[in-house]
């Protein structure tokens, strides 16, 4: 794309550096917002399966453009401000959750080559901006000035606080085992995975342990059910959005749903190859892999909804005893266990 | 010309919150402007080639230290004419560190006009095109694997320190204990009576 700007349109190569990068941008985020519109159908669809109701079954075939009606109707209510709110922060705190669920994507690679930014840091900027979307929540909850809000914004923070702890431990083991930060040379690394042909560093009974602890700290750290207590309905109406009406709802559902989307695409590419065939069998290799990352984001997603449909929400201290007293001491176990076991397998014993 | 727009941007960002930083009136605001700092300084960061530091920058404090900022300041029952009579208080510590800050400041930037550091010349030098996460990584596990140690040591005593420092054994609370919890079973807490009409139930 840079060369394209750079010889065909004649551009300087910073500017057509810039330019292909917007595209690039807009490349990844416009095709986001569709799958997170049809993900929310998905995600309600298998709800109802589950509770053997129909689901949106109304607006356009099979009820699949319920997303955009709904969207629509979000987009002509009015926004609402509260009067004892503070103004400023309560238009921002949807903002910041909307943008940082976009800006991670910029290091995601769905294909061989096919990524933003291959920076050598990528699993890092992902914790890092991972990090910034409690801010969103924490603001919502203070800016509302109300008081459900607030209780909301405070379990929200020690919540994701508490779980990012575990992950960044989880995925320690991750980069110990692939050697490096970057998402596409993890994905690489997970190509024939302890020679027993398959694509992932699950298949590696060492890493399985973690892929699952990842599997339940991700549906922490986007407060999917059964951890969603930051918007536990019979306890603080709706959370942290209690006071949010419209647009800047809408924001913080998309950038929700997004998040969501995310934790299921890091799940496939961390530890079940990524874009690789799940078999590292020639004739798979034929299928393009943004359509294998694809098929494990929907099998993952569906892991979610299943979870959500049928597993009841934790209460706060089993959620804090789960992050600080299980997950956190066996993540960090692990790491001393996997960096034994791949000294022992590349230095050995007594060297 | 990009990376000039950039430094400029972020340079002056981090200028501007810095001071709104200070002069803001409500704390959380002071919090978010400091953590808007700290986000343009990470940019500044990868400016110069720094990706790991910038990263952690972000992590660490935007991360986790803001966070327990803001959970702390937004808890505060903010007092606004207390706070006036305590800037007079601390005005005096205030301005001596403000001129110790700015004398250093002139020092580094005397000393930068002098001449550069010579990097090459550093004991132990790295291969230019080694990313900086492996290059530190090479640096403190081999050359200062000691030192390393000895800070992961010093925050283990803190960390525990800490703990010992604030922990409050209270007699007499009910704790959960989970086991215990997850180990009853519905036919040790239920008991199925019949009882005959108009005498009740012994508990």
Redesign the interface.
């Known amino acids: 794309m840079t060369e394209f700007f750079n010889t065909t349109v004649g551009l ?1 190569y ?2 057509s ?2 330019l292909a990068t917007i595209v690039g941008i807009l490349v990844i985020a416009l095709p986001l917002m569709l799958a997170v519109a049809m993900i929310i159908y998905a995600d309600r669809k298998i709800w109802a399966a589950m509770a053997m109701r129909r689901g949106p079954n109304v607006v356009g075939p099979f009820g699949l453009l319920q997303s955009f009606a709904d969207g629509l109707k979000v987009f002509l209510q009015e926004t609402i401000i509260p009067t004892a709110a ?1 103004k400023g ?1 309560f238009l921002l705190a949807p903002i910041i959750t909307f943008t940082v669920a976009l800006i991670v994507w910029a290091v995601v690679p769905f294909q061989a080559g096919v990524v933003l930014a291959d ?3 990528g699993l ?2 992902i ?3 991972s ?2 979307g ?2 969103g929540v ?2 919502a909850g ?1 800016a509302s000035n109300s008081k459900y809000p ?1 209780y909301s ?2 379990r929200a ?1 020690a919540q994701m ?1 508490s779980y ?1 702890v575990a992950i960044g431990f989880t995925l320690i083991s991750v980069v110990l085992w692939a050697g490096t ?1 970057n998402l596409s040379g993890i994905v690489l690394g997970q190509q024939n995975v302890m020679g027993i042909h398959l694509n992932g560093f699950g298949f590696n009974p060492l890493l399985f342990p973690m892929a699952v602890l990842f599997l339940i700290s991700s549906l922490a750290e986007t407060q999917r059910p059964p951890f969603d207590l930051t918007e536990a309905e019979s306890e603080l109406v709706a959370g942290y959005q209690t006071e949010y009406s419209s647009m800047s709802f809408a924001l913080f559902w998309l950038g929700e749903y997004a998040n969501v989307i995310l934790m299921c695409v890091l799940n496939a590419t961390l530890f079940w190859g990524g874009w690789l065939p799940p078999v590292d069998w020639a004739p798979l290799y034929a299928v393009p892999g943004i359509l294998w990352l694809f098929a494990k984001m929907l099998l993952f997603f569906f892991v979610f909804g299943w979870i959500k449909a049928t597993v009841p929400r934790y209460r706060y ?2 959620l804090m ?1 789960l992050g600080w007293k299980v997950f956190l001491p066996l993540s960090l176990f692990w790491v001393f266990l996997v960096s034994g076991v791949l000294m022992w397998m590349r230095v050995g014993f007594g060297s | ?2 990376q000039a727009i950039a430094f400029y941007l972020f340079a002056a960002v981090v200028i501007v919150s810095g001071a709104l930083t200070i002069s803001s009136r ?1 704390p ?2 002071s919090v ?1 402007w400091l ?1 808007l700092a700290f986000f343009n300084a ?1 940019g500044l960061m990868v400016l110069v080639g720094a ?2 530091i910038a ?2 920058l ?2 660490v404090y ?3 230290v803001a ?2 900022f ?2 702390v300041v ?2 505060m029952d903010i007092d606004f004419a207390q706070l006036r009579t305590d800037v007079a208080r601390y005005a005096t510590i205030g301005l001596a560190l403000g001129t110790a800050l700015a004398v250093e400041v002139m020092i580094a930037a005397f000393a930068w006009s002098e001449g550069r550091i010579d990097l090459a010349r550093r004991a132990a030098p790295i291969d230019p095109a080694m ?1 900086n ?1 492996a290059a530190l990584g090479q640096l403190l596990y081999t050359r200062y694997l000691f030192l390393f140690e000895a800070a992961g040591f010093v925050l283990l005593v803190a960390m525990i320190g800490a703990i010992v420092l604030t922990h409050r054994e209270r007699a007499g609370t009910r704790s ?1 204990h ?1 086991g215990r919890q997850v180990a009853r079973r519905p036919q040790d807490a239920t008991r199925n009576v019949k009882p005959t009409v108009g005498q009740g139930v012994e508990l």
Do not use: K, T
Request: charged share 10%; aromatic share 16%.
């Open positions: 300087g910073e500017w550096w810039f503070n922060l920076i050598n840091v890092l900027y914790l890092a901006a990090s910034l409690v801010y924490i603001l203070w607030f914004a405070l923070a606080v990012e930060f201290d089993q005893r | 010309m990009i409500n959380v605001h978010m953590i990470a990706e790991f990263m952690l972000v992590i935007v991360g986790a966070v327990l803001l959970f937004m808890m990313p996460i959960q989970v």
